[in-house]
């Protein structure tokens, strides 16, 4: 699977963002996705994660009530929409993929480790 991010950009305190991450390779309706950041000199962080059948998400405290992950498989692509962006969302931010075994397709993933595969990152910049 080959991820490809786009959406990031510029964009004031209190805007929004939609990234995107499409999908290369077969069968991405049976990836659990997830997002990630990366700020300057910190680690990265789990933002966001859906199950391969969009019955389930989760969310980083930090993020929950303004971003939103959801997933369109006839389009191969995931999407998080960023609303109420604050300074501290600014990050570089990065699609990943597992492939899940979960039959009933509510298992999402949020550990950085569980992800086989990961896109180039787009850069947010939030600024206040």
């Known amino acids: 699977v080959q991820l490809q991010a786009s959406g990031g950009g510029l964009v004031q305190a209190g805007g929004s963002l939609r990234l995107s991450c499409a999908a290369s390779g077969s069968t991405f309706s049976r990836y659990g996705m997830g997002w990630f950041r990366q700020a300057p000199g910190k680690e990265r962080e789990f933002v966001a994660a859906?199950?391969?059948?969009?019955?389930?998400?989760y969310y980083a405290s930090s993020v929950k009530g303004r971003f939103t992950i959801s997933r369109d498989n006839a389009k191969n692509t995931v999407y998080l929409q960023m609303n109420s962006l604050k300074p501290e969302d600014t990050a570089v931010y990065y699609c990943?993929?597992?492939?899940?075994?979960?039959?009933?397709?509510?298992?999402?993933?949020?550990?950085?480790?569980?992800?086989?595969?990961w896109g180039q990152g787009t850069q947010v910049t939030v600024s206040s």
């Open positions: 859906i199950s391969w059948s969009a019955s389930s998400t």
């Open positions: 990943a993929a597992v492939f899940s075994s979960s039959k009933s397709g509510s298992y999402y993933y949020t550990q950085h480790g569980e992800y086989d595969y």
